[in-house]
């Protein structure tokens, strides 16, 4: 029995198997080759945000960090800016090394023009929230905030989520009607995502088992409940979850107010710094506070 580290690692291990024409090579997958914590990076929070910091991308910004108790009392930590006059709150949901000392002037510079609100959290195990994540645990964190920000949110609040972050948006979506999704290089399910990494060649000599939690995570499934406006930013060099998956996410959203924009000459990362998505952005903010 082996286990992965990520897609590009069964590729590789199928491969070597095939190519020494083992007959049948098995293959676990389990939800912590798929969550990369703060113990698995190194990553240490040295210095949490400061209104100074927020005040440097833009002055008239308000930051102040955020608290939701989870239901085994787990303290998940989070921080907010805000904006003058802004009708609507982004909840982002960032990707497997997100923390909201990034994420938070990430998204200000980025989308900050759109006047919008935003509030993040960080996953158990990341930056400022202690514990070990797991798929059950940050599901019901995620609908735990996203319930917390709704109760406390004047006007629109719109649920955002980055890769990993989109699975948990899409468990708000399928538990909830938020007043709008954003999914930012999203794909349907582990089974795919694990399908398309390996060889046609080499499907043959793999038993693939997927752990019964990860199998329950399926973006297809959730969405396909969401009627509100949602907007699917696809990437045509993505290589972690491939426009192709994002793209049955989007066919499955019944809503007919959705949009899907897919990006040229793009990776998984980073396409919120793109003027092309900034402006689709705006439009959405624009359109989700009417």
């Not at 499907?203 to 297809?220: A, E, G, T, W, Y």
């Not at 998956?245 to 107010?257: C, D, F, H, N």
Request: aromatic share 8%; charged share 20%.
């Amino acid at each position: 029995m082996r286990l992965i580290k990520s897609n590009w690692f069964l590729a590789a291990l199928v491969v070597g198997a095939s190519s020494q024409l083992v007959a049948c090579m098995h293959v676990d997958i389990t939800d912590q080759q798929y969550i990369r914590p703060d113990s698995s990076t190194g990553y240490k929070l040295r210095q949490k945000l400061t209104q100074d910091d927020m005040q440097k991308i833009n002055p008239a910004v308000q930051l102040k960090d955020e608290t939701v108790v989870a239901a085994d009392q787990t303290k998940l930590e989070g921080a907010a800016f805000q904006q003058n006059g802004s009708k609507v709150t982004v909840l982002y949901f960032g990707g497997n090394l997100s923390h909201v000392e990034d994420s938070l002037p990430f998204m200000l510079k980025n989308i900050g023009s759109c006047n919008v609100n935003l509030v993040s959290f960080d996953y158990r195990g990341y930056g400022r929230t202690v514990g070990v994540p797991d798929i059950k645990n940050m599901q019901e964190d995620a609908l735990k905030i996203y319930d917390a920000m709704r109760a406390k949110t004047t006007g629109k609040l719109v649920v955002h989520g980055h890769s990993m972050g989109s699975f948990a948006t899409g468990f708000i979506a399928e538990q909830r009607q938020p007043d709008g999704i954003i999914l930012e290089t999203t794909a349907s399910n582990v089974r795919d995502m694990v399908s398309l990494s390996t060889p046609w060649y080499a499907k043959p000599f793999v038993s693939i088992n997927i752990q019964d939690s990860l199998q329950q995570v399926d973006n297809i499934r959730a969405m396909s409940h969401y009627q509100g406006p949602a907007l699917v930013l696809t990437a045509e060099k993505d290589k972690l979850t491939p426009a192709e998956l994002g793209q049955k996410v989007y066919e499955a959203i019944p809503s007919r107010t959705k949009r899907q924009l897919f990006i040229k000459d793009a990776g998984h990362n980073g396409l919120l710094r793109r003027s092309d998505v900034q402006k689709a952005y705006c439009e959405y903010i624009q359109q989700v506070s009417l």
